[in-house]
């Protein structure tokens, strides 16, 4: 009976390398698998029509035109005032080149607890143009008279009113550097000016 267990086990072993043989080993190189293209780039279509942005809103001048001065302050500050897009030139030498930043309401504040309305009287629904002023010059004969006197102006803030059967611009000249708001620090009145629409 041993002698049959013996040539039995041999047997298998014989087989298991006889199978292992059996694999075939392949020389020739691993097969090349090839990924998908990348998709093509969208490219415009020539039928569709082209996008539009909205542009930012335009603030529109509340006073353009040339004004003769209504009070003492606008006599002396810059006698005849002309306002201009981007410019407020007195005929004095007195001369304001501004931006336009905002239109407000006479109700806003431009400090904390001050508004335009009860600085410049007029009615809390007014509309207001607020202008930047970028660089300006004195009055010639008296710097002083400028609207801050000494110091920059900051911001102008006009507002063109009727009183009575006359077209009145009002003015008032704001220093600080911060743009006027409720929660501004450093912005005050330096002068309130009226002026009356030149007749041609």
Known sequence: MRLCVLPL????????????AAVPVSAAAPEETVAAPPPALP???????????????????????????GTPVANTATGRLSIEDSKLQGA????????RV??????????AGATYAASMQ???SQPVELRHVVEQTPPTANPADAFC????T?????????????????????????????????VSVCAAASYLVASR
């Open 122 to 124: 007029i009615d809390a």
């Open 43 to 69: 490219s415009p279509d020539p039928n569709a029509a082209p996008v539009e942005r909205a542009a930012p809103p335009v603030i529109k001048p509340v006073a353009l035109g040339d004004f003769v001065p």
């Open 154 to 186: 900051g911001y102008i803030a006009l507002a063109k009113v009727g009183e009575g059967d006359q077209e009145m611009v009002k003015v008032l000249a704001l220093q600080g550097d911060d743009l006027p708001a409720p929660g501004a620090k450093g």
């Open 9 to 20: 086990a041999a047997l298998v072993a014989l087989s298991a390398c006889q199978q292992q």
């Open 149 to 152: 006197g000494g110091a920059p």
């Open 92 to 99: 004095n030498g007195a001369s304001f080149g501004t931006e």
């Open 102 to 111: 905002a239109l407000v309401k006479g109700g806003d504040e431009y400090s």
